[in-house]
């Protein structure tokens, strides 16, 4: 965790189907901002991992009120992504252990008076004072709570990522060329960005080579029968 990554800090990550959430690098608002909505209960009681996004988007089209919590992290553009929005409470968490903890992410526990260590969330409290209140969690004091929505509190984007459609992503954007082709008993790979496994195959698809690339990286095959074969990176 705390690895930068598609414009944040990696801060959670599911590793069987290899989605995870980032965090904004910086807070997103200075002095805190209020959460909104005042004596209304808009109805995101979700806490859980995975919610914020859905909270975020139902609270940014109810509170319209410009420079609220949500409103700050859903119209949020940075580092190249605009897919931003304020954490559940059990997101909010992950970032405080996965991150604040590991000294990763510059959050805010200095700061003196309301805003000082405490975060939004993006959940209600799931009581009657939903129309008052909304889940706050303190990065001093390592719990959470009903905090009023007009209070000022510090604001942390998040935003999610899928790592098996980003990997993709990341070799459909490359440009590359294998040369010369035939070969003589080596080839080059121009257009990596970053080292790179390379396998090659024969006609009947049976696996006869590995081995990792840089950029312009010289590859020997002079092991290999004449023939033809199939590069996989």
């Given amino acids: 965790y705390g690895k930068t990554y598609l414009g944040g800090l990696i801060f959670y990550l599911d590793t069987i189907n290899g989605s995870g959430f980032l965090a904004a690098p910086m807070d997103q608002v200075v002095g805190g901002a209020q959460w909104g909505c005042y004596g209304i209960a808009v109805g995101v009681n979700s806490d859980l ?5 859905g909270n975020s988007a139902t609270i940014d089209a109810i509170c319209t009120a410009p420079g609220l919590a949500a409103d700050l992290c859903v119209n949020l553009n940075l580092n190249g992504y605009s897919d931003w929005f304020l954490p559940s ?3 909010l968490i992950k970032m405080y252990q996965n991150l604040h903890l590991k000294g ?3 959050f805010d526990v200095t700061t003196p008076g309301p805003s000082g260590s405490y ?6 409290v799931p009581s009657y004072i939903t129309t008052i209140s909304a889940d706050q969690y303190s990065f001093i004091f390592a719990n959470s709570g009903g905090s009023p929505k007009t209070n000022l509190h510090n604001v942390r984007a998040a935003r ?3 790592l098996i459609l980003a990997q993709k992503e990341d070799v459909e954007k490359m440009t590359i060329l294998i040369y010369p082709n035939p070969t003589n008993g080596s080839f080059d790979i121009q257009g990596l960005e970053k080292e790179t496994n390379v396998t090659i195959y024969n006609a009947v698809g ?3 080579f590995n081995t990792y690339a840089n950029a312009d990286e010289n590859i020997s095959v002079n092991g290999l029968s004449k023939g033809i074969y199939f590069v996989k990176l």
Avoid: R
């Fill in 49 to 53: 991992i995975g919610a914020g996004a």
């Fill in 119 to 124: 975060y939004w969330s993006s959940s209600e």
């Fill in 206 to 208: 049976q696996f006869v």
């Fill in 104 to 106: 990763y992410g510059d």
């Fill in 160 to 162: 999610a990522f899928d």
């Fill in 89 to 91: 409470l059990n997101e």
